[in-house]
């Protein structure tokens, strides 16, 4: 019998993350995710629950998680995904579901969450990652910080008086009655990951037979954080973080416990609306949109300030108003103070399976550096609409129809530069086919109140919508 040794079928075969990296996740090198996520795949895989499995993850370490798995994902705030999850669950009740959160997410911000989701017996596996540190940003002391162990924010150590002492959560969540499993383990070594392959897959058993909560807590090395070499690092948990945090299994009750079945009554909205005496103001909004694909994906460029953001929201508004499903996802961080702005929207007749778009149909840019980094990844079938008003060169490798406008000028002609997003706001309606101008034009009314904006505004969507019947 011949051995494969070959990724997780339950990996995708590569991360699409970032176009130069995708053979790798975004863990440092010998950091304990790594393990950790590999012998959870290597579980979903042996069990067959790859396609039952749904991953709840919040911003902390685990926040790419749903790069790496074949799986159903949701993004959760951080801290939140306890709650996240249950909703999950209980909306979901045939899933496995699984919360993958760290020490600085579950064992600070998300503490309550974390407690009342175990209290409630919820259906979910919960993995808590513990590495002592906040990793992701920085190396900040946490809940689980030893005593004396020094940090980005304690230069000379824990401090008990100042601190107080490193929470124990696995043996806080052993004390509550309804949990069914709760255990540390770590993936440090050989023998300690021989032990956690166990337990996760006696976890995911509970799950599977839907016999309540499970937290497994993870005892991970941080060499980046930890200032210590990869091998240092793995030695000191045995050494110094297991007489604070002892591995073991603190409780098990699979065996005398029963399935927990919560079934989720589904309402129809429609039933709600009854419920609640409202009625559709307008004929038209339950109206779908006649669109050039069943799912339009649309990518919103350019620098802060241009108004790409409102840009992309009043589209999506717009499509929200006529009953279409509709995701807005916009990108915060350095260019709300002049860098480059981007948004993604998508809109389509059926429920959306993720906000991020990585190919869009329609991409927007009204700058240059956008069209050079969102250009190449319009498919053939797409439109590439940019702003000839500042952009004088195009990339060679655009394989979307290209469309010059110059909205810049557009807007200023109509009164103020600040309308270039309304110019292209009327261009993409008319050559998506998703609008009418009438319907723009009324649109506009609603938002803007003042008359002297509603006047400029209402010339800039008109010269969009001419220059696209132009070209």
Known sequence: ???????????????????????????????????????????????????????????????????????????????RASAVATGVSRANPDSITISYQGDGDLAAIGTSNAIHAANRGENMIVFFVNNNIYGMTGGQLAPTTLIDQTSATSPTGRSIKNDGYPLRMAEMIAGLEAPTLVARVGVNNPRNIRQAVKVIKRGLEIQRDKKGYVFIEVLSQCPTNWRKEPKEACEWIDEVVCKQYPFGVFKDLAEERGAVERPCKRVEFDAIADQLGLTADDEDASQKIEMLQDELRFKFAGFGGQGILSLGMMMAQMSMERNMEVTWLPSYGTEMRGGVANCSVVVGKKAIGSPAVDNPNVLVALNRPSLDKFGPMVPGDGLIIYNSSLIDQVPDDLQGKVYALPATDLASEAGTVKAANVVVLGFVAQKTGMFGLADLEAFLADTFKKPSLLEVNLKAVKAGWDAAEET
Not at 34 to 62: W, Y
């Open 1 to 79: 019998m011949t051995k494969v040794y070959q990724k997780s079928p339950a990996f995708f075969d590569t991360f699409e993350r970032k176009p130069s990296m995708q053979k790798t996740t975004h863990y440092c090198p010998g950091c304990g995710h790594g393990t950790l996520n590999k012998i959870i795949a290597d579980q979903i895989a042996e069990l067959g629950l790859q396609d039952q499995t749904i991953f709840v993850g919040p911003v902390g370490c685990g926040v790419f998680i749903y790069y790496y798995f074949e799986s159903a994902s949701v993004s959760a705030a951080h801290g």
